[in-house]
């Protein structure tokens, strides 16, 4: 699982019983996948296909430092499934996990596209191959 976001809890993050409010932090891993689906399949269009189960195993609270991990499991032929789960960066503890997120691909019409990627690929590794090729 790799741990690329951190959010700082802060009082218009709350509920009215003073914890992290739900929808902020599934609105966060909602655009913390987006953008891993878009690195991972070079696309400036992606969109959130099927989120999975929920589990909200804790409760973070104002003040608190969180973090958002994120792993893709699986690739299809237009999509890719992630995992997350989100801690408390200073605990470790763990508040949410999500089993599968699917995003797809997406053309200019909305139509899902073909993206032709199996594995994780690292834009570091993209970019020395990229550097390679032109000698």
Sequence with gaps: MNYHTRKWIKPE?????????????????DEEAALYAIVQLETPRCVTKYISEINFVSSAKQGDIIEIGIEAIDFGNTSITLR??????????????????IFVGVNMEGKPTKHGKTKIEFIADRLKNKDEDQY
């Design 13 to 29: 993050d709350l509920n009215p019983n003073h914890t992290l409010f739900g929808g902020r932090l599934l609105q966060w891993i």
């Design 84 to 101: 997350c789960e989100v801690r408390n960066m200073m605990t470790r503890q763990t508040i949410i996990t999500i089993d599968k997120i």
